[in-house]
């Protein structure tokens, strides 16, 4: 497996009143077809294993709202807009956690073929005063490709990675009261 993990500093950071942080460059190698990779990062209405265990609702043409709930629809933890749709190699939206009042940031999935099945190459820009969400991130994309990688590999995720969305489901009540879906419609997002 080929993995590249690296931070950028923005190409556009002189339209930013902030000091940017660097952007977050992760790429891995999954051997499946890149069609089976597009269709699991661009999985509505069912949970995605890998994307933390949640449930993306999106209608996935640009301009359009998307958020990824909890399993039983009544937390929203990411909120954003579609930016671009290219299938099947480049999905662009922006990202905000409900949990934090933040500037939303930019995520981009790029897909390519290779010999051996596809390589996914996440970007995850647009920080300026972030501090928080840019660290939290960083551990969480490579915990998703690595997550991907083994569910669209073997159809299976790690014990961790199953253990950890245990403890997630379980502690769930105490996640903020603005991660709840009513407060998240209320929000506007």
């Known amino acids: 497996m080929s993995e590249l993990e690296s931070t950028r500093p923005r190409a556009d950071a002189a339209r930013v009143n902030a000091d940017p942080l660097d952007e977050h460059v992760l790429s891995i190698e999954i051997d499946v077809p890149r069609q089976e990779v597009w269709d699991e990062i661009t999985k509505t209405g069912r949970i995605q294993r890998a994307m933390m265990n949640t449930l993306l609702e ?9 958020r990824y709930y909890s399993p039983d629809k009544k937390r929203v933890y990411v909120v954003g807009e579609v930016i671009e749709v290219t299938p099947p190699k480049r999905l662009k939206h ?37 501090a928080k969400t840019h660290k939290d991130v960083a ?11 083994a569910e669209l590999e073997s159809g299976r995720l790690g014990w961790k990675t199953r253990f950890m969305y245990g403890l997630m489901g379980a502690m769930t009540f105490l996640q903020p009261k603005q991660t709840l879906t009513d407060e998240v419609e209320k929000a506007g997002w």
Do not use: N
């Open 139 to 149: 551990g969480g994309w490579r915990m998703i490709l690595d997550a991907m990688k």
């Open 94 to 130: 922006t990202y905000m956690f409900t949990s934090r009042a933040e500037v939303p940031t930019i995520v981009t999935w790029e897909l390519e073929e290779i010999a051996t099945g596809c390589r996914v190459t996440l970007t995850h820009s647009g920080f300026t005063d972030q």
């Open 58 to 66: 999106s209608e996935l043409v640009p301009g359009a709202k998307l």
